[in-house]
């Protein structure tokens, strides 16, 4: 069975600094990976998705994350933070053949004048 | 293209009470699936269905239970609230492996 873990729960960033959510997966067979953001009061929405093409892949809002297969990892990053990122972001890995998307805890983006 | 809709978005139920929650997929969807979040557990799937049939389950007690209609509209249904039925609801649709979710339904059980 697949599985995610996100570092760290919470994150807080200067306002124009670099962000890096980390995001690990546990699969026996290639994955799907995708990044959501949740908004207070709202669902997710996609920022990206890796479907096993190209490993670095570019999102919405300026974000992009890279697929490193060695590592096991799927790290989300900006390079500068704006006060609208702060948001609850999830990473999670779906299989091929329909298997529903497994989401990591989530990781909560503050982001600091 | 309209996106996914839930209705209703907030509902305040007690205990013992049952309650049904419904979702309107993406024009073109055929499969939704339900979600319960909460502070504690993140993100839990609870199920999926694909052309009316259920096609993956989760994890959850069979009072939780759902269905879909032929117009790819669903249904979820929660019999005997307890109050660790406090969560949001979220629905999401799919044409192929990508997820779009709706708003949510906040259900609050006292």
């Known amino acids: 069975a697949q599985s995610v873990t996100q570092l760290g729960s919470h994150v807080s960033v200067s306002e124009g600094a670099l962000v890096l959510l980390r995001c690990n997966y546990s699969s026996s067979v290639p994955p799907y990976l995708f990044w959501y953001v949740q908004y207070p009061n709202q669902g997710l929405q996609l920022l990206l998705k890796y479907t096993s093409a190209a490993t670095l892949v570019k999102g919405i809002n300026g974000f992009e994350a890279e697929f490193k297969k060695s590592e096991t990892s799927f790290h989300l990053t900006k390079p500068s933070a704006h006060m609208s990122d702060a948001a609850e972001y999830f990473c999670?890995?779906?299989?091929?053949?329909?298997?529903?998307?497994?989401f990591g805890k989530g990781t909560r983006l503050s982001v600091i004048a | 293209k309209a996106g996914v809709t839930q209705t209703p978005r907030y509902l305040i139920k007690t205990r013992g009470q049952q309650v049904t929650l419904s979702c309107s997929p993406i024009s073109g969807h055929r499969s939704v699936s339900w979600y319960q979040q909460t502070p504690g557990q993140g993100l839990q799937f609870l199920f999926e269905?694909?052309?009316?049939?259920?096609?993956n389950k989760g994890n959850f007690p069979g009072r939780f239970s759902g269905r879909q209609f032929s117009n790819s509209r669903s249904e979820m249904n929660v019999s005997t609230l307890e109050l660790g039925d406090s969560a949001l609801y979220l629905c999401?649709?799919?044409?192929?492996?990508?997820?779009?979710f709706g708003p949510g339904t906040r259900l609050t059980v006292t």
């Open positions: 999401a649709s799919s044409l192929d492996f990508e997820q779009y």
């Open positions: 999670a890995v779906g299989l091929k053949g329909n298997t529903p998307l497994v």
């Open positions: 269905y694909f052309s009316e049939t259920q096609r």
